[in-house]
């Protein structure tokens, strides 16, 4: 009787023979196993994001020239895709204007004009992994700066150059939950753009050292 029972048993399979057993671990089935949901590679972020420039530069040939440049408060939207855990490369989006006056020598040129300006920047950045939901990273990257819609004040024309730049960048995100975190990021931008400038009919020339720091604070959404 019992060489029958236990044949049974074997004939009926591994979970009849775990269940005959209350201390064998539950058998799942291959088929329904549960898999880790897949971390999706894009990331998005918007902050708020103060411009912080160097008050610096000179119009060529004028003695004492300088220049100072209004800061500002401005959204921006960045696009990150990790293509690993530790490494991602980031797409800054924003734009904002520039107020452009005259010191020095030049200082009764008071506010010399206005342009604005697009700077979208690519880094490629270092993501630590170890400190849980604190997620600190570091990158370095190019920027490309295009001025438009420009128009003098004091000058009868403005005209600042587009120009190529350097971006160095830390920051941290603070993860809430799997998607949601709050983010803290600063930037600086080596920016040291071209100008030409007409000033009562004299046709000029300069460079104007920006070199802004981007301070910025938002939320970030992991896909």
Same mark, same amino acid.
């Given at each position: ?99 452009? $006056? ?5 200082? /009764? !040129?008071?506010?010399?004009? *206005?342009?604005? @300006? +697009?700077? #979208? ?52 995100? $603070? ?5 949601? /975190? !709050?983010?803290?990021?600063? *930037?600086?931008? @080596? +920016?040291? #753009? ?30």
């Amino acid at each position: 009787m019992r060489a029958t029972l236990a044949a049974a048993v074997a004939l009926a399979g591994p979970s009849v023979a775990a269940a005959a057993d209350p201390t064998a671990p539950e058998v799942i089935p291959a088929g329904e196993m549960a898999l880790p949901e897949a971390v999706s590679p894009w990331q998005v972020r918007l902050r708020a994001l103060g411009v912080i420039t160097r008050d610096s530069g000179a119009v060529d040939g004028v003695a004492g020239s300088g220049l100072s440049f209004s800061d500002t408060v401005i959204p921006e939207l960045d696009i990150s895709y990790y293509f690993t855990d530790n490494i991602a490369a980031e797409l800054i989006l924003g734009t904002t204007f520039a107020n452009v $006056y005259g010191e020095g020598s030049i200082a /009764g !040129l008071g506010r010399v004009g *206005k342009t604005w @300006l +697009l700077p #979208p920047s690519l880094t490629l950045q270092y993501h630590f992994t170890d400190f849980g939901a604190f997620k600190p990273y570091i990158g370095a990257g190019v920027n490309y700066t295009m001025f438009y819609s420009q128009s003098g004040a004091a000058a009868t024309s403005l005209d600042v150059k587009n120009s190529f730049g350097v971006v160095l960048q830390a920051g941290f995100d $603070y993860m809430l939950d799997e998607h949601w /975190g !709050l983010n803290v990021d600063v *930037k600086k931008v @080596l +920016l040291r #753009p071209d100008f030409d400038v007409t000033v009562g009919g004299a046709p000029l020339s300069g460079s104007a050292e920006l070199d802004p720091w981007l301070i910025g604070t938002g939320i970030t959404y992991r896909f």
